[in-house]
């Protein structure tokens, strides 16, 4: 494949851009750059009604979070713009006109009353919600019913109308899905949609259908639920005489709930508590402000019905392009797995560098009340980095180094308590204060005064660190008491003397 491959993610500005509509968008990148061809963003916001201000912005700021990055959008420009559909308003009726002139399209002058009417006419057992189609469209009010004069009138005199598709009877509509395969759809089944609305916008079949043609779109990734649109697509890109020229189009698997069945929703997030939105959206948390790393999600994402057939699954965003390969899609849905969610997440934390890692991790601290230099949370950070799975974890796995624990497991430190610990660590701070203070010889000679006073060492380890760090959690002990030096860890220990 070339230079001539382009892909679109054409999401419509109704709402946040969810986990699916982000896969859609990663995979269409991921075939561009494999191909070393284009990503393009295009916002299909011809439905007024639906139209959701700040959702368009919402949708670039989740794409450049994830670093999927298009060459050609709204904001950047590019040879084949505008790429937001109600700017381009003025291109699609000719089209609209042509399907008519060629008899594969006519104008209807229904009203909504009409259109009601038919529905309770043409309704009854066989047929419980009549459409508008082979049955029911010669008894409408349309330019196949009217005589050419009253239709021309009608135009004439601006009466409100639409334009519909003409869907051929009895015909078999194929076409070759990347992901399927052949796909025979009868063209008995479908409706005579509506291309061109009463107010000279386009629906979203047609504005798709010319769009992906104007901007030279070789392939289409998009969601399973847009397979019924499809026929109607391929009907329009042959009345329009473009056939040889189609996209070829990849019907992704959808992405299912963790449990039961069917398409993760919104308020599947709800009830099992994980975020559907890349970023926060309509008080909705996002996998960003939860404490994700963007390659780890977008890893995740990858991994949800795509692998590069062999066991690994950890690929950076330059891995995927060089191994995303479409045929490697599974055909089956996605179940969701936000544990497997989180694993990636410790798995990329772990991975990093930490002073890739600090900026981040400075904001959750900053967050918690705990501004400290670089210099001070760079090493505290590489002692605790492969314990934090959720970057707020930073916050409990780091306080206690730079300020003394509030919350602290104090029953496991009184449930042992005796005499005898209180001898032991009065003697541990009494000899701690004159020696070497490295991690080394606190062990050392932890264990020797132990010994010498007929302690076990758990019995004494234990209390030690709760008294530290707050809780049984947290690195070596000795590497926190040597990082929080003798006077602190005395203050720390005398507390409980
Ligand atoms: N605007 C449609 C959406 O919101 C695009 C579907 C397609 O990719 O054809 O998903």
Known sequence: MSDNVRLRFAPSP?????????????????????????????????????????????????LV?????????????????????????????????????????YYAFDTKEDLEKMRADFKSDTNPSPQYDKTTRMSMNNSLTLSAEETTKLLDTNTPHVI???????????????????????????????????DNMPTYHLAVVIDDYLMKISHVFRGEEWLPSAPIHVLLWKYLGWEDIAP?????????????????SKRDGERLGFPVFPLSWDGHEGYKERGFLADAFVN?????????????????????????????????????????????????????????????????????????????????????QERITLLPDAVKEMHYFFQQPTDVDEQSIQGKWSDAHAT?????????????WNKESLETTFKEIAKAQEMKIGAV???FRVMLVGGKFGPGVFDIAQFLGFEEVKARVSKYL
């Open 14 to 62: 109704t709402g946040g851009l969810h986990l699916g509509g982000v896969r859609t968008a990663l995979f269409s990148y991921l075939f561009a750059k494999h191909h070393h061809g284009a990503f393009v963003l295009r916002i299909e916001d011809t439905d007024r009604n639906r139209f959701v201000e700040g959702a368009e912005e919402y949708i670039t700021n989740s």
């Open 461 to 463: 380890m234990l209390p």
């Open 424 to 436: 032991f660590y009065a003697a541990l701070l009494d000899h701690w204060g004159s020696i070497d």
């Open 300 to 384: 995740m994402l990858a991994a949800l019905g795509w692998n590069d057939g062999t066991e690994n699954e950890m690929f950076s965003l330059a891995e995927l392009i060089e191994k995303f390969d479409s045929t490697r899609i599974n055909k089956a849905g996605a179940k969701f797995n936000y544990e497997k969610a989180l694993w990636y997440n410790a798995e990329y934390v772990k991975q990093k560098e930490a002073a890739e890692l600090l900026p981040a991790v400075q904001l959750e601290l900053k967050k918690a009340g705990l501004a400290k230099s670089d210099e001070e949370v760079l090493p505290v950070l590489k002692m605790v």
């Open 248 to 264: 070829q189009w990849a019907h992704l698997p959808l992405i299912l709930k963790p449990d039961g069945k069917g398409k993760l």
């Open 65 to 105: 979070w994830c670093g999927i990055v298009p060459d050609e959008s709204p904001e950047k420009g590019g040879d084949y713009g505008p790429y937001r559909q109600s700017e381009r308003k003025a291109n699609y009726r000719q089209y609209a006109e042509q399907l008519v002139e060629n008899g594969y399209a």
């Open 164 to 198: 519909r598709i003409k869907v051929p009877e009895n015909e078999s509509i194929r076409f070759n899905d990347m992901i399927r395969g052949d796909i025979a759809n009868d063209s008995n089944l479908l409706d005579d949609k509506v291309l061109l609305k009463a």
